[in-house]
């Protein structure tokens, strides 16, 4: 069986079994042709010596130790699969060390930022009253700020909700995110809000009638492509005087697991909000917590200078 057949075998399992996302299988694949084609195609049969090489490669040509970590990572999950599958012997990613790399921690935004933005949407919003098109346009960027911000949702599980989401009485909705894993999700009034104005705008369009899609889009998918969004959430960050290049929507998902803790919020239920399947994932937040000690024991402690 040669290389190119077990990559595919290995691709359609972790599809299959793990869930895998389109973009997870494509960075796999990426990873996975670029060490096979500096062993000349004989990836599968690779001894240790020969994944070392291709790593010593891949820092020669001034990759990040995030990403020499991620495609060593890849490797071995490519390697366990040979192994459980019968089709190799052996691992020989088993006795080599990830890159250390730095723990970065995640960009956000000051709330008053991100009040900004929201008002400056709500804003505009009203001033195309007398415009169909750009009312419409605006609606939307308002309801999908206001609901990222509101849910922390990752941008491809914003993008992709359902209409139904919008049609509940509830204050809250279950959302399928990585690995078909499901989560309930709160929604604030604000987002409720803006969702159900949103909502009235779209059901004028005709052409929206019958999808199931929250944000429809002649797109192959069905909704709005997330770039899309990306793109116009930072061209209103300049408009509302935020720097446009400090703003994405991971950037707001980022944000509202910060302003959470910043205010009082349980490290674990962050956890769950956010689809976080280990602590460990969350645990990048930490550094919030420790800015809150810090100054609770600075304002509280009876010895504090």
């Not at 730095?102 to 001033?127: F, H, W």
């Not at 279950?174 to 999700?185: L, N, T």
């Not at 409720?192 to 999808?211: F, H, M, N, T």
Request: glycine share 6%.
């Amino acid at each position: 069986m040669s290389t190119a057949v077990r990559l595919e075998a290995f691709l359609e399992m972790m599809s299959a079994e793990r869930g895998a996302s389109d973009n997870t299988l494509a960075a796999y694949r990426r990873d996975l042709e670029d060490a096979s084609a500096f062993l000349g195609g004989r990836l599968a049969d690779a001894a240790t010596d020969d994944i070392r090489a291709f790593l010593d490669e891949v820092a020669r040509r001034g990759f990040a130790a995030s990403s020499q970590a991620r495609k060593l990572s890849s490797l071995r999950q490519f390697f366990r699969f040979l192994y459980a599958e019968g089709l190799r012997a052996d691992d020989p990613t088993g006795t080599i060390d990830a890159p250390r790399k730095e723990r970065a921690l995640p960009k956000t935004m000051r709330e008053d930022a991100v009040s900004r933005l929201i008002a400056r949407a709500e804003t505009e919003k009203r001033e195309a009253e007398g415009d169909p098109v750009a009312h419409a346009a605006a609606c939307r960027l308002h309801a999908l700020v206001e609901t990222l911000y509101a849910t922390g949702l990752r941008v491809s599980e914003l993008v992709a909700l359902p209409l139904t989401v919008a049609l509940r009485a509830e204050r809250f909705f279950i959302v399928r995110g990585k690995g078909g894993k499901e989560r309930v999700v709160p929604l604030s009034h604000g987002a409720k809000a803006a969702l159900g104005e949103w909502v009235a705008v779209r059901a004028a369009q005709p052409e929206w009638k019958e999808s199931l899609h929250l944000f429809p889009s002649s797109s192959e998918s069905g909704h709005l492509p997330r770039q899309v969004f990306a793109r116009e959430l930072k061209a209103l960050a300049g408009r509302a005087g935020v720097p446009a290049a400090k703003v994405s929507p991971h950037v707001l998902r980022h944000a509202f697991a910060s302003h959470l803790l910043q205010n009082g919020a349980d490290l674990r239920a962050v956890q769950q909000l956010l689809g976080h399947s280990d602590i460990s994932t969350t645990q990048i937040y930490t550094h919030v917590l420790e800015n809150r000690l810090t100054e609770t024991v600075a304002r509280h402690h009876p010895l504090a200078d």
